[in-house]
């Protein structure tokens, strides 16, 4: 592990305020990862899926490497968007998509297995509480 703030010991140098903006991005990513580790979920058996959740990984992985290279603002939204893109490949590649639900962000969650209004919804909804009754 490599130390990087602060003076050496014997003939140092300050950080420059680039090295300090870096240092602290850096120390909020590992950060963000300890505290966003997933419990480890059963992977599906279908190739499809499988290969879908690698490209979105991919995807991922394209918008990383441009992140450094825009405005704070922007790296901001490319790693939302990032998280949400992990968070749908978690779900394709999961053996069971409703079980992965409950590791994903809970927005894009409530997004995805959200009701329509008729009642009607997809196959996670009998996981989630009603908030509409149907008329008798």
């Keep these: ?6 003076k050496a010991i014997e003939g140092g140098r300050p950080l420059t305020e680039a090295e300090l903006e870096t240092l602290a991005r850096d120390q909020l ?38 992140e450094g290279r825009v405005s704070p603002e922007a790296a901001k939204q490319i790693d939302t968007a990032e998280d949400a893109i992990d968070d749908i490949a978690d779900i394709v590649e999961a053996d069971d998509p409703c079980d992965a639900m409950a590791t994903v962000d809970s927005d894009l969650a409530r997004r995805i297995t959200r009701r329509s209004l008729d009642g009607s919804g997809g196959p996670c909804d009998n996981r989630r509480p009603s908030i509409l009754k149907k008329p008798d």
């Design 29 to 66: 990513e590992i950060l963000r990862q300890s505290f966003s580790a997933k419990p480890a979920l059963a992977k599906t058996d279908d190739v499809l899926s499988l290969r879908l959740a690698e490209e979105l990984r991919l995807v991922s992985r394209m918008l990383e490497m441009l």
């Design 1 to 6: 592990m490599e130390i990087l703030h602060g």
